[in-house]
């Protein structure tokens, strides 16, 4: 005869309803100097973003009010605003922030503790995992800039990620000596390219860069499985 071994206690634990853990979503902050330009540098990371259900926000310093002459500048920022939004919405991006900073005055706000501070808050508020800005290395002023003010917010906050785009540089010529970020945008670059053509108003800017952003993708795409990458330095 075998003897039976008691059998241990069974404990049963109810679990309430609505009582599951759920994981913060990541969030993104993007810092441009112009509406546009984070379609043109990061487009495709943004969509492919909303898709893996990251929370996207822009920040956009200047409206671009004096991108055409043979317009009122009320006029041409109006237009802008409802591009970006319509852009916004089209991606999925959850907030777009317009700072409302004049157009080619951007130079000034570098020293402007008003400003600073406002980027500051930005950065607190959406406690974001990562932060994409332009590089230092690009050809446009403004882009330089922005990317000084946010470097210098930023130097606060060394557990944030902090990434550049290339706008205006053709070959997109980065520092060697740090990281790269090939963001694989194969599946998203027809709505990057989409979404630029939303901006109706910047056609005469955004369509001389159409053949650059082309040609930078599919170069970039050859260190990723796709055949589109968007191309991003670690700053940090």
């Known amino acids: 005869m075998v003897e039976s071994r008691p059998s241990k206690p069974v404990i049963r634990v109810r679990i309430p309803v609505g009582a599951c853990f759920k994981m913060k979503k990541e969030n993104i902050l993007i810092f441009c100097a112009h509406s546009d330009d984070e379609i043109l540098g990061a487009g495709g990371l943004i969509a492919k973003s909303v898709k893996q259900n990251k929370n996207v926000i822009v920040v956009i310093f200047s409206s671009g009010e004096m991108s055409n002459p043979l317009l009122k500048e009320k006029v041409i920022i109006n237009t802008r605003i ?54 230092p290395s690009d050809l446009h002023k403004d882009h330089r800039i922005v990317f000084k003010i946010v470097d210098k917010v930023m130097k606060n906050y060394k557990e944030i990620g902090m990434y550049t785009f290339n706008v205006w540089n053709p070959m997109s010529f980065t520092r060697r000596n740090v990281p790269k970020l090939y963001v694989d945008i194969t599946d998203y670059f027809d709505k990057k390219m989409k979404a630029l053509e939303i901006f109706e108003s910047q056609k005469g800017y955004v369509y001389s860069l159409l053949p650059l952003v082309v040609f930078k993708s599919l170069i970039h795409g050859r260190n990723v499985e796709g055949r589109y990458a968007e191309k991003f330095d670690k700053l940090r």
């Open 82 to 135: 409802k591009e970006t939004k319509k852009v916004g919405k089209f991606l999925g991006v959850k907030e777009t922030i317009l700072l409302g900073i004049a157009d080619r005055k951007i130079a000034n706000e570098l020293k402007n503790k008003e400003t600073i501070e406002k980027v500051d808050a930005i950065i607190k508020k959406y406690k974001p995992d990562r932060v994409f800005t332009h590089s």
